[in-house]
């Protein structure tokens, strides 16, 4: 078990639907990051939150909304998705970096599938 | 341009031996270079972290290596099992507290029995 929690673990949605996947993580961590991998490449970072606040946004396109509620929560909005947005969906945490070079910590990530 | 090469892209060996993965960087600055496993459908996890004066570390039976003078590392596994079976990612830190990742593609273990 990871000390990351994704939520859910496989999603297939239609390119019409809104759905949301989930992140928590209970170590106290103040960033946390949404990845996106493709079948057999290194995770592309999307966004980065320091403090709850949006700090880096890789140009991501917008029918991707990310949203922290609180220092333990992190959510992916989605909407209108295209099928080339099938890919495992990565979510990590790690100490801000005043504490460290300390690595970041994943979950399992969300299988997402788009019909 | 920062980049970071692995090879081999791939490797089988038979349970119970020793393999080395090799790590190869251009990243500057230099903060610090992760080994990361990853299994099929899970997420990475981390094995080793090294900073710029660090040579070596070790975790069981995972032992990276790191020269910052060639900018280059490796990853040996002893007395590999079946579970070391991964893709096994090195990845750059350009400097402390940058959020940003430079990742290799990995190395592809195999372990038969």
């Not at chain 1, 980065?48 to 333990?72: G, T």
């Not at chain 2, 031996?17 to 099929?40: A, E, G, I, M």
């Not at chain 2, 790191?66 to 991964?86: G, P, W, Y």
Request: charged content about 20%; some cysteine.
């Amino acid at each position: 078990d990871t000390e990351v929690t994704q939520t859910p673990k496989h999603l297939v949605m239609g390119m019409t639907n809104k759905k949301s996947l989930k992140c928590e993580q209970h170590m106290g961590h103040r960033a946390m990051y949404w990845y996106k991998q493709k079948a057999k490449k290194p995770p592309e970072l999307m966004f980065v939150y320091s403090y709850e606040k949006l700090s880096i946004n890789e140009s991501v396109p917008s029918r991707f909304s990310p949203e922290c509620p609180n220092s333990s929560l992190l959510n992916l909005h989605l909407h209108a998705l295209q099928p080339e947005d099938s890919a495992l969906y990565l979510c990590a945490s790690r100490p801000l970096p005043g504490q460290g070079n300390q690595p970041q910590h994943f979950g399992d990530g969300t299988r997402l599938s788009i019909l | 341009k920062n980049q970071v090469e692995q090879s081999p892209q791939s490797l089988i060996i038979l349970e119970g031996k020793n393999c080395t993965l090799q790590c190869n960087y251009t990243v500057s600055p230099f903060s610090n270079l992760r080994w990361y496993k990853q299994d099929t459908g899970r997420g990475p996890v981390s094995l080793t972290i090294m900073t710029f004066s660090e040579n070596t570390k070790s975790n069981g039976r995972y032992t990276a290596t790191l020269d910052a003078d060639t900018k280059q590392s490796s990853l040996h596994i002893t007395a590999s099992q079946l579970s070391d079976s991964a893709s096994y990612i090195c990845v750059v830190s350009p400097r402390v507290g940058n959020y940003q990742l430079i990742w290799g593609a990995g190395t592809k273990l195999i372990i038969k029995p």
